[in-house]
């Protein structure tokens, strides 16, 4: 079984600064890892994955996120935020032995300051 | 990109009625599509997993008399929520595996569905 964890509830951060919210997993297979964005009221839509191969994966509105496999972390980072950043995140993992079922975290609430 | 659409996103009905909720596939052929449920500020519960022409797959403490799912066909999937009560007001959210042969367990999400029972 697997299982995800998210530490940060919620991270204010100023416009323009760098955040990182962080992302712990667990699992005894190997896994496929997953950040999605929920903007209010609305579905969640992908923001970058790690299948294999590079450990630093570029995903869409300048997030990237480093694999981990010794520390078992999965973190999300952005260099600059904007306002519009503010949204809810999720970490994800999917195990790949066959079902493909998707474990998430309890999310982090980003808020960007002005 | 793989676009999945959900429909209503807003429905409110009396309680001991019942309400659909329907999840398109629009461009590609969704064999396998999963049922969330998010209460409010948590995270997505997952449900069931429907699976096209055969019964869906619930989760422990899921009532599959209550949360009926259908996938007749590659392209739909619906739940629907029978003898609604008021505690099954929430936000619903439908996915759909990524399509293309190679399973890797990548999501794409409907705009969810948010019930209302008075």
Known sequence: AQSVTQLDSQ?????????????NYSSSVSVYLFWY??????????LLKYLSGSTLV?????FEAEF??????FH????SVHISDTAEYFCAVSDNSGTYKSIFGTGTRLKVLA | GAVVSQHPSRVICKSGTSVKIECRSLDFQATTMFW???????SLMLMA???EGSKATYEQGVEKDKFLINHASLTLSTLTV???????????????????????GELFFGEGSRLTVL
Do not use: M, W
């Open chain 1, 11 to 23: 991270v204010p951060v100023f416009e323009e600064a760098p955040v990182e919210l962080r992302c």
């Open chain 1, 37 to 46: 964005v929920q903007y209010p009221n609305q579905g969640l839509q992908l």
């Open chain 1, 58 to 62: 570029k995903g869409i509105n300048g």
């Open chain 1, 68 to 73: 981990n496999k010794s520390q078992t972390s």
């Open chain 1, 76 to 79: 999300l980072r952005k260099p």
């Open chain 2, 36 to 42: 969330y449920r998010q209460f409010p500020k948590q």
């Open chain 2, 49 to 51: 997993t429907s699976n």
């Open chain 2, 82 to 104: 029978t003898s609604a009560h008021p505690e099954d007001s929430s936000f619903y959210i439908c996915s759909a595996s990524s399509p293309g042969g190679v399973n890797t």
